[in-house]
């Protein structure tokens, strides 16, 4: 038989094998097609996802000239260092209030206070121990009363002893503080309201520039090694921002700080220390303003919730004989409640840290929404 007639033969084989070549065909083709639509949907993806970034990119740049433009403007709040430094005063005043009066503290209170400063150690920080809330006990009034000092210069501490200038031997008492590894201040006679005698050459209101000068530093000079000054009554002077302009001055030039004593809501100290620019710190609460044990209890209860809500209380006592016997436990068993007695210059550190992050925050740019 020919290979023609055979071909004739097997007429479905050729119809299959065409059939097979047409869908293989068909499939190569399809194939192509897929590939090229998903090449085509790869391509679409990138570029929408690129106009995303160029559009991003476009809105921050404006945002950001827009911020710039409005920077540029003087929308972006300018707080001086006076401003933010009352600001903060006052919101710890209103938690201070608060403690002294034994009345719950609320949380927007605490919520306009700076954040505390937690220290990094250098090595090992996941060991460092957590801050303690500090506390810092001034005795007012020292040099006087011989017996009191002794009895003051035996109890634990640290504590910080502010005298008075005109203290017979004054400067042999403050050299055995210092011996001890304590801070002296000098307990600076000023004006009070009303009748009571502040003392030998205190300032006074009403006297000439060169008198007020004169016993200023008759005062300053008293006392050697004194890292700091608080007022010794003066509630007429301290409220007199000229008057404390001029001592602020004066004791910042030896490089002192000054507590307030805080003896008249109306003291204009910081103010006046932040325009000369000097260190301005400020007690928290009086221990014995009302005589008696239990008074000086309460104060201590006070003083420990605003040590606990704050970071830090600022305590003045005075050497009376009540006080003494109720503080000199209390400071003893006080590391063991978890607190931290602290030297007064522990405060100016504090003071200073608050100062710079309240600046900080107060000149930052606006976040952005």
């Given amino acids: 038989m020919s290979v023609a007639a055979a071909r004739r033969k097997l007429p479905h084989r050729q119809t299959k094998t065409e059939a097979t070549k047409k869908t293989m065909m068909r499939r ?4 192509k097609g897929a590939s090229r639509a998903g090449s085509a949907g790869l391509v679409a993806t990138f570029l929408t996802a690129f106009a995303g970034v160029i559009a991003g990119a476009f809105s921050a740049y404006v945002a950001g000239q827009a911020a710039n433009v409005s920077a540029s403007r003087g929308n972006i709040v300018k707080v001086s260092l006076r401003d933010t430094s009352i600001t903060a ?4 005043a209103a938690i201070v209030q608060r403690a002294v009066e034994g009345r719950p503290i609320r949380r927007e209170d605490l919520e ?22 500090k506390i810092i006990i001034v005795f007012d009034d020292m040099g006087i009363d011989k017996y009191a000092f002794e009895r003051i210069l035996a109890l634990p501490g640290p504590i910080t002893l502010s005298f008075l200038p005109y203290a017979l031997d004054v400067n042999a008492m403050a050299e055995r503080i210092r011996r001890n590894g304590g801070e002296i201040m000098l307990h600076l006679p000023m004006e009070p309201l009303g009748r009571a005698d502040p003392g030998p050459r205190a300032l006074k209101t009403g006297v000439s520039r060169t008198d007020f000068l004169r016993d200023l530093e008759w005062n300053l000079s008293r006392i050697d090694g004194v890292v700091g000054v608080n007022n010794h009554m003066g509630s007429r002077l301290t409220a007199d921002e000229e008057a404390m302009k001029t001592t602020l001055a004066a004791i910042d030039r030896r490089g002192l700080f ?9 003291s204009a100290v910081r103010s006046a220390g932040a325009t000369v620019g000097a260190d301005v710190l400020v007690r928290d609460i009086f ?8 008074a000086v209890y309460q104060q201590l209860k006070a003083l420990e919730e605003i040590a606990r809500k704050t970071g830090y209380a600022v305590a003045i006592a005075h050497p009376r004989a009540d006080t003494i016997d109720v503080i000199g436990p209390w400071l003893t068993s006080a590391p063991m409640r978890g607190f931290e007695l602290a030297p007064i210059s522990t405060l100016l550190d504090i003071e200073r840290n608050r100062q710079a992050q309240m600046t900080a925050a107060a000149t930052a740019p606006p976040l952005r929404r």
């Fill in 258 to 266: 000054f507590l307030d004593s805080l003896t008249t809501g109306a």
């Fill in 89 to 92: 005063f006052e919101a710890r």
């Fill in 287 to 294: 221990l014995d303003a009302d005589l008696g044990k239990e």
């Fill in 112 to 133: 306009r206070l700076p954040a505390p400063r937690t220290p990094v150690a250098p090595l090992e920080p996941s060991r460092s121990a957590p801050q303690k809330p």
């Fill in 28 to 31: 190569t083709k399809a194939i």
